[in-house]
């Protein structure tokens, strides 16, 4: 299956005509790892995204295991099996935008000479479909050979065969792909839009880019690193207002959640050594504040970490809000993601006030962030690749670190969980989101009192 990743279906954004992102490379050099990334990230800012892996065609069609010699641009027959897989490719992608309504898909292939690129390139324009291309140039050795031991033998092409056999077979394809590599030039490809990546971020050449959602890729291009690095994400303590069971606000920590800052400085103190210049941001919230400087740390304050705007609704307890605006209550269940509070936000407000956030999230080292139950949601999202509708469900309990460690293609996650008590936050979606439902219904899944 070439798909990766899911599919938001309720676009945010919108695109004027599809486009589509075709890799430029030769293998080991991190296609795979940034037309994922930006995949992920524009299903995430609601672009309908998808990603189309030729190498997964050529497989299925070709077979697994084929030898170095299979890529060898003088052997005609692996040849035409290789163009046959990438037009089959196109012609899903294709399908895809236009029975789908697609709007941005990745081509992940090598791509390496002009012919192949034309032929990419006149097959989209003929259908009225933009190009952009991204090339990933890499001479750095340390990053190559990390990425055919880390990667590349873990692929189903080298399944059950021994390393060694392994990196020597594929250092051959290598060698069988320069051969015939062309890179793109100013001169040859100045009328076409791309943009190439050195050394995985090292510096860019960028040409003819058009519109909104080019630029936008161009930039988070911008911002990736390979760097191995941690994100600790956390709550605040457990405020007044969640120990009463209400939303929002900005109140003070409650004992409980005096006690887990405490804890969470010790916790991050007993690791310093493996977290060379952490960062730690918090929101502007009294909460988050007073989470950092209990736990001892420095901070950075970020106004757009504060959790969801919830408006009229702010600083009340579920029951409160059903009794005075049952209609709106049933409205948020109807549409989570999408619902606004009267005066307040939307998850989809909160998603896009993140993106500077996620961008220094990817510039950046270790980082602990210490947010909000929304803002944590938002975030994992990002990083786990989680569709629109399961966003505002994802659990992000009080008093837990969770860790991301950001790996080749998707992210390691770990929670550590320290035994403070304090309230439960989560509610599930209520089954009857009828706007005349009972209260019994609307308040079907409150968490257990505290």
């Excluded at 020597?168 to 943009?195: G, Q, V």
């Excluded at 960028?206 to 936008?216: L, T």
């Excluded at 405490?262 to 918090?282: A, C, H, M, Y």
Aim: hydrophobic content about 35%; overall charge neutral; charged content about 30%.
């Amino acid at each position: 299956d070439s798909f990766s990743g899911p599919v938001c279906d309720r676009p945010v954004m919108r695109v004027n005509n599809p486009l589509v992102i075709v890799m430029v490379g030769l293998p080991a050099r991190g296609k795979t790892f940034m037309g994922l990334k930006v995949a992920r990230y524009l299903r995430w800012i609601g672009y309908t995204t998808k990603a189309f892996n030729v190498g997964e065609y050529r497989r299925r069609d070709a077979g697994i295991q084929k030898p170095a010699s299979f890529f060898d641009p003088e052997n005609d027959e692996a040849m035409d099996q290789r163009k046959k897989a990438a037009l089959t490719a196109l012609g899903d992608l294709v399908e895809w935008i236009n029975q789908d309504g697609g709007e941005v898909a990745v081509l992940d292939a090598t791509n390496t000479t002009r012919v192949r690129r034309e032929l990419v390139f006149d097959f989209l324009a003929a259908k009225g479909i933009r190009v952009l291309f991204v090339e990933t140039i890499c001479d750095d050795n340390e990053i190559i050979e990390a990425n055919i031991k880390e990667v590349k033998v873990n692929s189903p092409d080298y399944k059950d065969l021994s390393m060694e056999y392994a990196i020597e077979d594929f250092r051959k394809r290598i060698d069988f792909y320069r051969k015939a590599y062309e890179p793109l030039s100013e001169d040859y490809d100045k009328r076409k839009s791309y943009i190439q990546v050195f050394n995985v971020g090292q510096r860019f050449i960028v040409n003819n880019i058009k519109g909104h959602c080019q630029s936008r890729i161009v930039y988070y291009l911008m911002n990736l690193h390979v760097r191995p690095r941690r994100i600790f994400l956390t709550r605040h303590g457990e405020s007044e207002l969640n120990a009463e069971g209400k939303i929002g606000g900005n109140s003070n920590l409650s004992p409980n959640g005096r006690a887990y800052a405490q804890t969470l400085g010790e916790f991050i103190v007993s690791r310093r050594d493996e977290l060379p210049g952490l960062k730690v941001w918090t929101s502007q919230l009294k909460r988050t504040i007073q989470t950092a400087e209990m736990a001892g740390l420095d901070y950075e304050r970020w106004k757009a970490l504060d959790e969801l705007d919830a408006g009229l609704c702010d600083a009340r307890s579920y029951e409160e809000i059903q009794q005075k605006h049952p209609q709106e209550f049933a409205r948020r269940d109807q549409d989570k993601y999408n619902y606004r509070y009267p005066m307040g936000e939307s998850y989809k407000d909160v998603v896009q006030r993140l993106e500077p956030v996620i961008m220094e999230l990817e510039r950046q080292h270790n980082v602990l962030v210490i947010c909000h139950q929304a803002v944590m949601r938002c975030i994992l999202a990002y990083f786990l690749d989680k569709p629109y509708h399961e966003l505002p469900y994802l659990k992000c309990p009080l008093h837990t670190v969770i860790q991301l460690t950001p790996q080749a293609y998707g992210c390691k996650i770990h929670h550590h969980a320290f035994g403070i008590d304090a309230a439960d936050t989560h509610r599930a979606k209520p089954e009857v989101v009828d706007l005349d439902r009972s209260s019994l219904d609307a308040l079907s899944t409150l968490p257990p009192p505290n």
